[in-house]
């Protein structure tokens, strides 16, 4: 545990802190004076805690009857007005405990002030557990009768006094103010309670005092500040404050919760994207399949045909027979009659086939003339075709034709 004291008001980023790492059951392991940066970078793991000089917050008793929380948080403020020479929502109030009188003990502090802590305490990095008055840490020391004045030895503070008393919340007084103070303070004591006792203080320091009062010069040694430092390490510390709207809580983050639905949710979406991806995989092979299928098709049916789109090939093919049904000549059987009586002859290859539903036109190459018109002499044997050449070329791959077949009228 890190226990860092503030204090300033305002620090910049440099600033050195007092700080102290204590093990858990409250032992003092190092401490020093660096900055909040320095004590990020050296301690990354370590939780932090921040205590507060005494002269930057307030701590009063005020009586408030209520004892349900949120009645005591409302009411709070406006017992406290009366003592407060700020206005209400300038300042930050957090009720303490109960005192043995009934009393209400509470911590007062300016926002300003609370935005400012953050803001460093967040420049460098961290996250406080934990935001506590040092004046809190003398609350086991009060007395039962009068008052009792030590010394405040922390370093970064200047010299001042710490008083305690029964009936109120201990209170921080430099020393060259502590005479006037007590003047003022002791006017209000009832007599049975005028006594202070002094712990490491001589009694030159409280001025000209009313006969009235005793004073008392303890032997009692001043609390170590180790013991001091591992009363911050317990976990219920009702003077803390980060409560209300600078609440800082050490739980686990919201969205940690709902870590195992996220988890769920991710497992769901990779499934989902496994399947999208099995079922693409598949859908290319059956793409694939139906190509091959198709591409065997048209080589078994149209053999001579060449192949450029084969659904619009067999589109045409089926129209021809649509058409045929309907009492027209069917445009099937003209290109089988055809593709047969140019298979008969030769080698000849078919190199495109058009067709407007009454006739077919086909380009073929051929090896030679002779060649063609033995290919053309077999067409007009046969007495269902009418065949006519459209033109022939010759090149150094052969000889290219292209004829005209109709169906002869009967």
Known sequence: MLIVLLAQASAGESALLPWWRLERDGQLLEYGESSLQVLRDRFPGERLRVLVAPAMVSLYRVQVPARRASVVRAALPFALEDQLSQELDELHIVAGPRRADGSL????????????WQEQL??????????????ALYEQREPEQGLVLM?????????????????QEPVLVESSLLAFWLQRRLADVEPEQRQLRLCGLQVEMLGTLDPQWTVLTEPTPLPERQTLLARCLGHQQPFNLLNGPYAASMAAPPWRKLRPPLIAAAAVVVLLVVQLGLEWWSLSRERERLWLEVDRLFSATLPNTPQSDPVFQFRQVLEGRGDA??????LGPL???ALTAISNVGKARIRQVRSNGEEVEIELQVASFAELESIRAELSANPRLLESLQGADSGSEGVTARLRIQRRAS
């Open 335 to 337: 290109l089988h009659d």
């Open 122 to 135: 967040a420049a460098a990095g961290w996250r406080a557990e934990l935001l506590l008055p040092l004046s």
């Open 105 to 116: 003990a509470a911590v007062v502090v300016e926002h300003r002030l609370m935005e400012q």
């Open 325 to 330: 049904a309907n009492g027209q000549a069917s």
């Open 151 to 167: 010394p405040v030895d922390w370093p970064g503070l200047p010299e001042g006094v710490l008083v305690l008393s029964a009936d």
